[in-house]
């Protein structure tokens, strides 16, 4: 079986881990201030807090920014629920926009056409790995939280991602470019954010009373971060390699291919096609024959929420018609090709 997702473990990652629990200090301590160091390297931005998902880091960024309740936060429909989610945890008001039918992005025209005067932050995803279109974004003039929890490495304009919005959130879950486990980082050139989310991360030994959380990471966990941090080269290389033979072996077929903005370089967290038929037959004769394509988000925010699928035409055409192909960087080549003729042959 042919899966989804899956981690790219070597035994200097095992062994980065076996010399972090051995080494007594199992808790948040310096492995986990090494990986933020490097994290802050890498995207070029003042710092890092690292905490245990892309999701706590989420809801420390909005508390940072000073989300409140009642105050608006815009985010796309086609995303998962862990966005929506951190806005809920501090009673904001989601406000759903419509993606890009091209590249799967937060369509900036419908955050402009429904920004209010209670609009504090935009959440902005960059979509399978494809940066979104930040200028159009950052011209609006409201807070961006950039969620690059699937495009670590990513680059606009010839910067990485991550380094455009007043913050941004990353994640290392299992399935992501780089993972740990379950963990996150907020990064920002705030000092006054970073100060607020280093001592919201952590309870304990706190002068005053103030609710906060236990979002901390683990040293060993951030051990298996900086070992991964350290291949993210060579793994988005291979998944662009991968991407090239999809592209190329798959355009006679009847499907949309994704595309190749020339000003964003992305690193293809997800192969995502258009398919004709019916997704759901698609994804079980995949299955059939050992391959596991999938919904890359498994349902728009718009349907669990209820609202209007008129206004939100093109999150419904992604959700009807998207299939992600498996794409990360342990595929063989043999794997490829066999992916590749399992795809002639269904669709
Ligand atoms: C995975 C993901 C998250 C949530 O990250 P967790 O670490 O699972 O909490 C948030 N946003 C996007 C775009 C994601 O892909």
């Keep these: 079986m042919i899966t989804q997702s899956k981690p790219t473990i070597d035994i200097a990652d095992a062994e980065a881990v076996c010399r972090g629990i051995l080494s007594g200090q199992l808790a948040q301590g310096s492995v986990v201030e090494q990986f933020e160091n ?37 985010l796309p429909s086609f995303v998962c629920t862990a966005l929506l989610n951190a806005i809920n945890y501090i009673g904001a008001t989601p406000c759903l926009v419509d993606i890009n039918e091209n590249d799967y992005n937060i369509s900036a025209e419908d955050v402009r056409r429904k920004l209010t005067g209670k609009t504090k932050a935009i959440i902005v995803p960059h979509m399978f790995g494809t940066p979104a279109n930040l200028d ?27 380094s455009f919005g007043s913050a941004s959130i990353f ?69 662009i390699e991968i991407a090239a033979q999809y592209t190329a072996s798959l355009s006679d077929l009847d499907v949309s ?32 024959k050992g391959v596991i394509c999938d919904r890359p988000v498994y349902k728009p925010l718009h349907r669990y929420l209820g609202l209007p699928q008129k206004q939100f035409l093109a999150s419904e055409k992604a959700f009807k018609t998207a299939l992600s192909v498996p794409i990360y960087p342990s595929l063989t080549d043999a794997e490829v090709k066999h992916i590749i003729s399992i795809l002639k042959e269904i669709c």
């Design 136 to 162: 159009e974004l950052l011209n609006l003039s409201i807070p961006i939280i950039e969620d690059c929890a699937q495009s670590i490495g990513a680059s606009y304009n010839g910067k990485v991602v991550g």
């Design 38 to 74: 490097e994290m802050s390297r890498f995207i070029g931005v003042r710092y890092a807090v690292a905490t245990n998902s892309g999701t706590a880091s989420l809801h420390l960024a909005l508390l940072a920014l000073g989300i409140k309740e009642g105050d608006e936060v815009v």
């Design 171 to 239: 994640s290392f879950y299992a399935t992501k470019m780089l993972a740990t486990g379950e963990g996150g980082m907020i990064l920002t050139n705030l000092s006054n954010v970073s100060e607020r989310v280093k001592d919201l991360r952590d309870y304990d030994v706190k002068p005053d009373y103030l609710v906060r959380y236990n979002y901390k990471m683990t040293d060993f966990q951030a051990a298996l971060g900086i070992s991964q941090l350290g291949k993210l080269e060579h793994f988005i290389s291979r998944r």
């Design 257 to 288: 291919l994704p595309l190749h903005p020339k000003d964003k370089e992305g690193v293809w967290y997800r192969y995502v096609i258009k398919v004709k038929g019916k997704l759901e037959q698609v994804i079980q004769r995949a299955k059939e």
